[in-house]
């Protein structure tokens, strides 16, 4: 092969420190983030002159942060489960069904992905106003949950190709109902596919901020409003805190999904 | 008359302008393991789909037991099936597995429980009910596809094409499996092979599909002794196909002229042919001999190669005319493992056991 990692040479190194250099770009502002959380200074300097916990303990002192975590989460979870049942059959009908138009209804599901989150996030708020879901958790779950769908569609229609749909005619011969069949072979049979629709989902909801601050209303923050409206009135170090748990908590739901994957393809 | 067990009217399915099944009509007694042979895209697996419920047909009829089946959907025909691919729920063990159509059938615990044991000894399995089916071969998942698809007792068993993806020995192996199973429960079996051999070793009859329809059916014998067209001739078993001349048929027995210019007399045929008709005489390779019987034709050959293969010789010899023909005799192997005699070898058919088509 030409481009054969073995046999690069001295490109290899090259390679190598451009692969670096990436991944420090990307990371390190993250980093940056989690030591600021740590120093003592109030002004977000760095190197910090010392190290402390009291931007965290400020941090959970404040109820508004902790509600506006819950918020989040509930939100996320709420867009999350309608993701994936809309996802799921969105996606028997793309795999399976033979109808004019299947490509384009899966070019449409998938586009909130492609448009641009601002220009979705004003066109939804013009009509949730209008129809009076504005500033509403409803509202909120509606619109998370079709910017989640593209993430919810993805893996499961890849793991609904991946299935063979005589298992499915098997379960069928043996007496099960269509419906039956599909609970009781088709959905263990593509559970992975669905647990990481359910995962990618939430995180598109979680850490989205966009769509939510249009969305929110002074009673209905998410964890993402809420850190952008408190770096625009004070550049606090308890915001980088908050960042860090952001990122705390979205690292481990990824470590945990890989492991229950890892699990779940045994 | 009884009605038949299983019985295929005029079934039909088009698929826009493709016609996959034309009017097939087939009878089916109880017991019987019948085997729909024919090469891919013959219509073979369109009817077993059919008798499934996979397929709607465009016209004609499935009748068990002189009942129609096509309005009944497919989970409630209570019918069996072994696919081609392998369909074990890999998320249910071996024993969940061929307990799954008890189970949705609502059957008491100890009844599952006694049938799903009975099936794996079946398929002889017996300690293999608590593993998964990833632990498996590709042959015992079969067999536990087949214990699977006889645990409800249905009426009848389709396989399509269940061996093929399967070595040549797991394959032997697993025929064997089948035909004892048919013959200890009795149940009646339709199956779908391309693979001639294996129709021969498993079917009480066998029909031959072409392009959608049925070309001949009758029992394995029939179709290799009595084919009747070049076609089943050539799909069962192998034959040579020589270029002959007709000149006249009396009483069903034929005189032609091969195109070395010799004549043969005593070629059975039933066929009408004008004198001088072009057609083809079919002989098989066994049914070549190295010496002259008492009414055998002589074909002038040359012998150009020979390969062995253990129970028999295979000759490449060519005619007079050029053409290349292959010769398997059964008798006079000493003569015929001499290898390559020289030019001037005549070698010896019975003109009775060989088949005039027409060209």
């Known amino acids: ?266 | 008359m009884t009605e038949p067990f299983l019985s295929i009217r005029d079934l039909r399915k088009a698929f826009g302008s493709f016609v996959a099944v034309h009017d097939v009509t087939i009878d089916i007694p109880r017991g019987e393991f019948l085997t729909f042979l024919g090469p891919s895209g013959s219509g073979k697996s369109t009817t077993l789909y059919a008798i499934a419920g996979f397929q709607q047909p465009t016209s004609g009829d499935v009748l068990l037991k002189g009942r129609s089946l096509l309005s009944v959907p497919s989970h409630k025909r209570n019918i069996g099936m072994v696919f081609q691919r392998y369909t074990l729920f890999q998320h249910l063990t071996v024993a969940e597995n061929v307990a799954f159509p008890l189970r949705v059938r609502r059957r008491p615990d100890a009844e599952v429980k006694r049938k799903v044991a009975e099936m794996l000894s079946l398929v002889r399995l017996e300690s293999f009910g608590g593993r998964y089916p990833g632990a498996l071969s590709g042959g015992q998942q079969q067999r536990v596809a087949l214990a699977r698809a006889l645990a409800y007792d249905p009426p009848i068993l389709l396989m399509d094409e269940p061996l093929s993806a399967l070595d040549k020995k797991l394959r032997e192996e697993i025929q064997a499996e089948i035909r004892r199973i048919h013959r200890e429960t009795g149940v009646t079996i339709l199956y779908v092979t391309h693979d001639q051999d294996e129709a021969l070793h498993l079917s009480d009859r066998i029909a031959l599909f072409r392009d959608g329809r049925i070309e001949q059916i009758g029992s394995g014998e029939d179709l290799y002794l009595r084919p009747q067209s070049e076609f089943v001739a050539s799909f069962i078993g192998n034959s040579n196909f020589l270029p002959a001349e007709h000149l006249e048929t009396v009483n069903g027995a034929a005189t032609i002229r091969l195109a070395d210019g010799s004549v043969v007399s005593g070629v059975r045929n039933d066929r009408e042919f004008r004198h001088g008709q072009k057609t083809r005489l079919m002989v098989r390779p066994e049914a070549f001999r190295m010496r002259p019987g008492p009414a055998t034709a002589g074909l002038a050959v040359e012998f150009i190669d020979t390969a062995f293969f253990g129970e028999r010789r295979r000759v490449i010899a060519r005619t007079a005319a050029g053409q290349e023909i292959d010769v398997r005799p059964t008798s006079d192997m000493a003569q015929a493992q001499e290898g390559i005699a020289p030019r001037g070898q005549q070698i010896f058919f019975d003109p009775a056991a060989a088949f005039l088509f027409p060209a």
């Open chain 1, 1 to 266: 092969m030409l481009l054969d990692y073995d046999r690069l040479g001295w490109l290899r190194a090259a390679l190598l420190g451009f692969t670096g250099l990436v991944a420090a770009f990307l990371l390190l502002p993250v980093v940056f983030i989690v030591l600021l959380s740590f120093g003592s200074s109030r002004w977000l300097a760095f190197p910090p002159p010392g190290w402390t916990l009291k931007w965290y303990e400020e941090l959970f002192a404040d109820p508004a942060w902790l509600e506006a975590a819950l918020t989040s989460a509930r939100i996320a979870t709420m867009a999350a489960i309608l993701a994936v049942v809309i996802g799921l059959l969105a996606s028997f009908a793309l795999v399976r069904g033979q109808f004019r138009g299947r490509n384009t209804l899966r070019g449409l599901l998938l586009t909130p992905m492609v448009l641009p989150v601002v220009v979705f996030a004003i066109a939804i708020y013009a009509f949730f106003l209008r129809i009076g879901l504005g500033g509403t958790t409803a509202g909120f779950v509606i619109a998370h949950t079709v910017l989640a769908l593209p993430f919810a569609i993805i893996p499961i229609t890849a793991a609904l190709e991946g299935f063979d749909k005589s298992i499915e005619d098997a379960a069928i011969v043996c007496g099960a109902s269509p419906f039956e069949a599909k609970l009781r072979v088709t959905l263990p049979a593509i559970k992975i596919g669905i647990f990481s629709a359910a995962i990618f989902a939430f995180l598109a909801s979680w850490d989205e901020v966009v769509v939510a601050i249009f969305m929110a209303s002074p009673t209905l923050q998410t964890l993402p409003v809420k850190i952008w409206g408190s770096l625009r009135q004070d550049l606090s170090p308890v915001i980088a805190a908050a960042s860090s748990l952001l990122v705390l908590l979205t690292l481990s739901l990824m470590i945990v999904t890989s492991l229950i994957r890892r699990k779940l393809s045994k």
